[in-house]
């Protein structure tokens, strides 16, 4: 029997989890890079720790990093020199729950929201996330201070928990989602590079949607949630995002009522 795989403890996610060069073409090569060996590069090349003490940080042994950081480093040299795309997904990991003994570094209280949103066990089980803002849907993605997260069993909510996203932004916010094991997003507007993110998470997007934040997760288990398939948002000044339809700011938005969650516009 093969040893099983130690998971390395990563702090944070990546604030962005795709890049794409900006001579690049839709059809170029992508190049997949790790959550953990993302972590690497951010911890020898950024922050400038040896490779035991990134192993430390880490809980893995020095080895174990060298080998990671070599694969890492050569992946982002493919991407350079090839002008591949490069996503970040994946990996064997664990965020770090934010110890004593890690120095209560401010990505771990970030992550310690997570701790009290273990998904519960069930194949039938499904995680709804709601951009929320007073009851409300908050109308841009990136901005939220909050998010409503739903669970649902044999078609019913059983329990929703309002959680604070303590100042993370955009493809940040996806891999938190992804962290909690959110499978679905409600939201208003949304920007291109957070879609790509919450793509990549594997969660499915219900944009373009406004008002009460209860009423649309109900519409959408009734299916009949009207929403924009094609939502997306160009403006991101805040003071233009706390409420409202999503129209009024530069994001576009539209209606499509899907008695069908797997119909092509999903």
């Given at each position: 029997?093969?040893?099983?795989?130690k998971?390395?403890?990563?702090?944070?996610?990546?604030?962005?989890?795709?890049?794409?060069?900006?001579?690049?073409?839709?059809?170029?090569?992508?190049?997949?890079?790790?959550?953990?060996?993302?972590?690497?590069?951010?911890?020898?090349?950024?922050?400038g720790?040896?490779?035991?003490?990134?192993?430390?940080?880490?809980?893995?042994?020095?080895?174990?990093?060298?080998?990671?950081?070599?694969?890492?480093?050569r992946?982002?040299?493919?991407?350079?020199?090839?002008?591949?795309?490069?996503?970040?997904?994946?990996?064997?990991?664990?965020?770090?729950?934010?110890?004593?003994?890690h120095?209560?570094?401010?990505?771990?209280?970030?992550?310690?929201?997570?701790?009290?949103?273990?998904?519960?066990?069930?194949?039938?089980?499904?995680?709804?996330?709601?951009?929320?803002?007073?009851?409300?849907?908050?109308?841009?993605f990136?901005?939220?201070?909050?998010?409503?997260?739903?669970?649902?069993?044999?078609?019913?909510?059983?329990?929703?928990?309002?959680?604070?996203?303590?100042?993370?932004?955009?493809?940040?916010?996806?891999?938190?989602?992804?962290?909690?094991?959110v499978?679905?997003?409600?939201?208003?507007?949304?920007?291109?590079?957070?879609?790509?993110?919450?793509?990549?998470?594997?969660?499915?997007?219900?944009?373009?949607?406004?008002?009460?934040?209860?009423?649309?997760?109900?519409?959408?288990?009734?299916?009949?949630?009207?929403?924009?398939?094609?939502?997306?948002?160009?403006?991101?000044?805040?003071?233009?995002?706390?409420?409202?339809?999503?129209?009024?700011?530069?994001?576009?938005?539209?209606?499509?009522?899907?008695?069908?969650?797997?119909?092509?516009?999903?």
């Amino acid at each position: 029997m093969s040893r099983p795989r130690k998971c390395r403890r990563v702090c944070r996610f990546p604030q962005t989890m795709a890049f794409i060069p900006a001579d690049g073409e839709e059809t170029a090569r992508e190049v997949v890079l790790t959550v953990d060996e993302y972590e690497t590069i951010r911890l020898i090349d950024l922050e400038g720790f040896s490779q035991e003490q990134c192993g430390a940080y880490m809980k893995i042994a020095r080895t174990t990093v060298q080998q990671i950081y070599t694969e890492a480093r050569r992946k982002l040299a493919r991407m350079l020199v090839e002008g591949c795309r490069l996503r970040i997904a994946g990996g064997d990991y664990e965020l770090c729950r934010g110890g004593e003994s890690h120095g209560g570094c401010e990505g771990c209280q970030r992550q310690r929201l997570c701790m009290d949103f273990s998904k519960p066990e069930g194949e039938d089980m499904m995680r709804i996330a709601v951009t929320y803002a007073n009851g409300q849907i908050f109308q841009h993605f990136g901005h939220t201070e909050q998010f409503k997260v739903y669970d649902i069993a044999d078609g019913k909510i059983v329990s929703a928990k309002v959680m604070d996203t303590n100042g993370q932004g955009h493809g940040a916010l996806a891999g938190i989602l992804g962290v909690l094991g959110v499978d679905t997003l409600i939201c208003g507007g949304i920007g291109g590079g957070a879609r790509a993110a919450l793509d990549a998470a594997g969660i499915r997007l219900y944009g373009g949607v406004s008002g009460d934040a209860d009423a649309a997760v109900q519409a959408l288990l009734e299916g009949t949630l009207a929403y924009n398939p094609d939502v997306k948002c160009n403006h991101h000044g805040e003071h233009h995002h706390h409420g409202g339809n999503c129209g009024e700011h530069g994001c576009h938005s539209g209606e499509h009522k899907c008695h069908d969650h797997d119909c092509k516009h999903n």
